[in-house]
């Protein structure tokens, strides 16, 4: 198994919600990523996890809230998100100390 | 800081046609280069990468890449285009960081493929 997956593919939210993003991957990764991607931009990176842990956090507002269960699952908890959050948000990972990430389809997410 | 530069926002090729998109770095050590291809919403695909050793990288999907150290110049090539290259196209600089390697992309550039 060679790929990362992301549910839900959309998801539209109000601003007083609560909702979850998920990241899967089963290649024995252990480090893993979350970015988030606006329209005709590059990915930005809000945060790292390295054996499960936190190891960066890219200023990242607290409205976003990461998790890390298990060496294959990534979580991206979101609440009380502006309109301007909506973006694509993609996960990745990477085996440490390996420069190149594995990137899943991403999550299209709408605030409204 | 590391920072990678696309001067090319579009390129519009026919079908058939050469290819060679631009991109230059800045880094201070030698640096682990890639480019990546993202298709219409979706993900990043990584296209190739260059780290050490042969200065010439051979990718997927018949994209090679030459790394010039005394130019910055990673820029990507591919002799023959076909209609499904049609994508945004990432070059980035990767810096080592808590054990990963982090990406610092470039702003991409849209590639048209006219028949």
């Known amino acids: 198994d060679t790929e990362v997956t992301q549910t839900p593919k959309h998801l539209v939210m109000g601003m007083t919600n609560k909702k979850s993003l998920k990241c899967e991957q089963h290649m024995g990764h252990r480090a893993m990523y979350w970015y988030k991607q606006k329209a005709k931009k590059p990915p930005e990176l809000m945060f790292v996890y390295s054996y499960e842990k936190l190891s960066i956090n890219e200023s990242v507002p607290s409205r976003f809230s990461p998790e890390c269960p298990n060496s294959s699952l990534l979580n991206l908890h979101l609440h009380a998100l502006q309109p301007e959050d909506s973006a694509l948000y993609l996960c990745?990972?990477?085996?440490?100390?390996?420069?190149?990430?594995?990137f899943g389809p991403g999550t299209r997410l709408t605030v409204l | 800081a590391q920072s990678v530069t696309q001067p090319d926002i579009h390129i519009t090729v026919s079908e058939g046609a050469s290819l060679e998109l631009r991109c230059n770095y800045s880094?201070?050590?030698?640096?682990?280069l890639f480019w990546y291809v993202q298709s219409p919403g979706q993900g990043l695909q990584l296209l190739l990468k260059?780290?050490?050793?042969?200065?010439l990288v051979q990718g997927i999907k018949g994209f090679e890449a030459e790394f010039k150290r005394s130019q910055s110049s990673f820029n990507l090539r591919k002799p023959s285009v076909h209609w499904s290259d049609a994508a945004e196209y990432f070059c980035a600089v990767g810096h080592l960081s808590g054990g990963s390697y982090i990406p610092t992309f470039g702003r991409g550039t849209s590639l048209i493929v006219h028949p």
């Open positions: 990745a990972s990477s085996l440490l100390g390996r420069g190149e990430q594995f």
């Open positions: 880094y201070g050590a030698t640096p682990y």
């Open positions: 260059y780290f050490s050793g042969d200065t």
